[in-house]
């Protein structure tokens, strides 16, 4: 069919006993990718955020896959993948909450937006105690919700009436392998203690409303006790170009060998190009539309006032740069800084 029409592919899928959708694309729409129409409803953690190569969106859904792994070598579109989905989610109302241990570089620019940031290892271990915290009273108050005769029995926050439900949070976790590095005894424990606070929260976090989304350009089991645990709590897999197979097998082997095959053969001229798979199996080749850090630095300034109230994170808000007031301000003059809650 594709020799007779031809078309660039043909996708072929099934929709439903006896029936199969075909799909064919005449041309590479990989190629040029441009963001997504804005819906005119949007739905609550539920954002397109790549182009598939059968010319539909990836559209990452946080209530169907809570948590996602996101690899990726430097230079590969990583950094632009995890760009459009912090725009995305800027424009939400959710606790956008980052630890960035290499000083804050990557996630800096994001601050207005973000309720929380740890730029290095031991405030990151703060902040994850914190979380944890938090996810323990979110229990506490959905266990005192059975306690009403009149009320529906839930197991997660999204079954509490909307007056009381918690707001949600998406952890963002970029350059993962620094959170396992350990130069000495005291770096092991600390290492130790947040690997296991990190795999408390993927496995207990989404009934709680938290969700997790782990960068890294390198993933494997030699990064120490507890990556291949936490790597099997992440259902979500993101695999942009990487500089060796085992991380390309360690995202994707266990969804499917061929999509592992898939990443391995992502050119370097190609950035924004990956593969995207979850524990069901299925994979495909997608890639996100281009976005500046202007741009998305602008989208979290336009945006720092929708920042939910959650006084637990208080201390670990970022400060945010101010360009002073006045003529001065045009004449190169050096930013003042401000906590944003001011």
Not at 51 to 68: A, C, I, Q, Y
Not at 100 to 129: H, I, Q, T, Y
Not at 226 to 251: F, I, K, P, W, Y
Not at 265 to 272: E, F, L, T
Request: hydrophobic share 45%; glycine share 8%.
């Amino acid at each position: 069919m594709r020799h007779a029409w031809g078309a660039h592919a043909v996708h072929v899928r099934p929709t439903k006993p006896g029936w199969l959708e075909l799909r064919l694309v005449g041309w590479d729409v990989l190629a040029d990718v441009r963001p997504a129409r804005r819906q005119a409803v949007a739905e609550p953690l539920r954002l397109p955020l790549a182009l598939r190569e059968d010319g539909d969106w990836h559209v990452r859904d946080f209530r169907t896959v809570p948590h996602e792994l996101i690899l990726g070598a430097m230079q590969s579109g990583k950094s632009v993948y995890l760009r459009n989905l912090l725009c995305g989610l800027a424009r939400q109302r959710v606790v956008l909450v980052g630890i960035d241990c290499k000083w804050g570089v990557e996630l800096a620019p994001f601050a207005p937006r973000l309720s929380a940031l740890a730029d290095d290892p031991d405030r990151a271990n703060d902040l994850l105690d914190a979380l944890l915290e938090e996810m323990e009273d979110r229990f506490r108050l959905i266990g005192l919700s059975g306690a009403d005769p009149d009320a529906v029995l839930t197991s997660d926050v999204w079954g509490l009436p909307d007056a009381v439900r918690p707001v949600p949070v998406v952890l963002v976790v970029d350059e993962v392998a620094e959170l396992f590095l350990a130069a000495n005894r005291d770096d092991e424990k600390r290492r130790d203690a947040m690997v296991t606070k990190l795999i408390r929260l993927a496995q207990l976090g989404r009934a709680a409303g938290i969700y997790l989304e782990v960068c890294g350009q390198r993933f494997g089991s030699e990064l120490g006790k507890g990556a291949t645990m936490l790597r099997a709590q992440l259902t979500g897999r993101v695999c942009h170009r990487v500089n060796d197979e085992a991380s390309a097998n360690m995202a994707l082997a266990d969804i499917s060998p061929e999509a592992a095959l898939a990443a391995t053969s992502i050119p370097a001229d190609r950035p924004g190009v990956a593969v995207v798979g979850d524990s069901s199996g299925g994979w495909s080749r997608v890639r996100s539309p281009l976005l500046s850090l202007e741009d998305a630095a602008a989208v979290c300034r336009d945006t720092s006032a929708l920042v939910p109230e959650l006084p637990r994170l208080d201390r670990f808000r970022p400060a945010v740069a101010v360009a002073s007031a006045g003529p001065s301000s045009s004449t190169g003059a050096t930013p003042t800084a401000r906590p944003v809650t001011e």
